[in-house]
């Protein structure tokens, strides 16, 4: 069992990146590799460029990502963790899946179809043909699984049909060069909102730095920005549907339930019929505990670009070592003499 996750990089990271996905990749890692399969998680940064981006951040973004992953519980010697940009295999093998992939499959993706908007002829090529590195991704490790939210069902079935024209086309069915990944449901994703808006996302590119809680954040910044997270006047229910039509009251809550592991109902039989006074401090308390071990890490790592960069060079010489095979399998497929 092979299970292949990647993901943008992204820098200042918040509350809402750890409780929406990173947290998640730590659940499957932890879950996965317990039952003898292997994580292949990388840094999408081949995908960045398929958008406009300014190539510093890029750069710094990368590192501070693996930092957080790293601070959050992606443990390098357990899983394969590394940037695509170190394995030229997933490039090649997206040239190599080119000649299979159909632009009517690309057309009809809708992740295209938004992203290009009305401006198609001022698109990136990058940007069309994106579901193909994706399906390379994959492809590459003989994937078993891939956890999948529901945008991004599309694209694998489209790396599902890529595998399965390529087989039929260049191999033989006793001996295929791809396997079909499966998709899996990841753990239901919380989303989180904006402490002075509980109708926004909690975001990094929100102006207003109270609206969220950052991974770097320190014990009593979390305080100050919890005790100063907007509210309504009423006293907390007893019972999770007198949360409705309360967007920020919500939030806190829901904020607490994941971070405690808790449900919600149980949270409200606590809290209910008291005030946000009472409420949240506790909050404030369970995320500086919870936090603190992560924003310590994840402080130190920023700054260790050495360590940083140490860790992916390893997850790539290992991810290089993995994809081999099949890349050479499909090179030989398509009689390409090398
Ligand atoms: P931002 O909105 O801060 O720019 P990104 O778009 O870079 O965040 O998101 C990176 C990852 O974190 C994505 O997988 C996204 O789903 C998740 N994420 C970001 N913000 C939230 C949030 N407020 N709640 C839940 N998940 C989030």
Request: net charge negative; with cysteine; aromatic share 6%.
């Amino acid at each position: 069992m092979r299970i292949v996750s990647g993901i943008q990089p992204t820098g200042n990271l918040h509350l809402g990146n750890y409780l929406g996905a990173i947290r998640n990749w730590v659940a499957m890692q932890d879950e996965w590799t317990a039952k003898g399969a292997t994580c292949l998680y990388f840094l999408a940064d081949l995908h960045a460029i398929s958008m406009p981006h300014v190539p510093a951040d890029l750069a710094a973004n990368t590192r501070e990502m693996v930092a957080a992953l790293v601070a959050c519980g992606i443990d390098p010697d357990r899983s394969v963790l590394f940037n695509q940009a170190q394995v030229p295999a997933h490039v090649e093998l997206q040239w190599l899946l080119n000649g299979t992939a159909r632009m009517g499959w690309l057309n009809r993706m809708t992740q295209w179809k938004d992203k290009a908007g009305k401006n198609r002829e001022g698109a990136s090529v990058a940007l069309f043909t994106y579901p193909v590195l994706q399906a390379a991704d994959v492809l590459l490790y003989q994937a078993t699984h891939v956890p999948v939210g529901e945008d991004q069902k599309q694209h694998l079935e489209l790396a599902r049909d890529v595998a399965q024209k390529f087989n039929n086309d260049f191999a033989s069915e006793a001996a295929p060069v791809f396997t079909l990944p499966d998709p899996i449901i990841p753990p239901q994703a919380a989303r989180i909102m904006s402490l002075r808006d509980g109708n926004a996302k909690m975001s990094k590119s929100d102006p207003s730095d109270q609206s969220r809680i950052n991974l770097t954040d320190d014990a009593d910044t979390i305080m100050q920005k919890v005790k100063k997270a907007r509210t309504d006047p009423e006293p907390l229910p007893s019972e999770a549907a007198g949360l409705e039509g309360r967007a920020e009251a919500r939030n806190l809550v829901g904020i607490y339930a994941v971070m405690s592991g808790r449900d919600v109902d149980s949270i409200l039989a606590e809290f209910g019929g008291q005030g946000f006074g009472a409420f949240k401090p506790a909050l404030g308390e369970l995320l500086v505990e919870r936090l603190a071990p992560i924003a310590a890490r994840y402080r130190d790592l920023r700054e260790d670009h050495t360590t940083l960069d140490a860790i992916l060079a390893t997850g790539a010489q290992k991810a290089r070592t993995l994809a081999q095979p099949t890349l050479d399998a499909a090179y030989a497929a398509l009689g390409l003499v090398r």
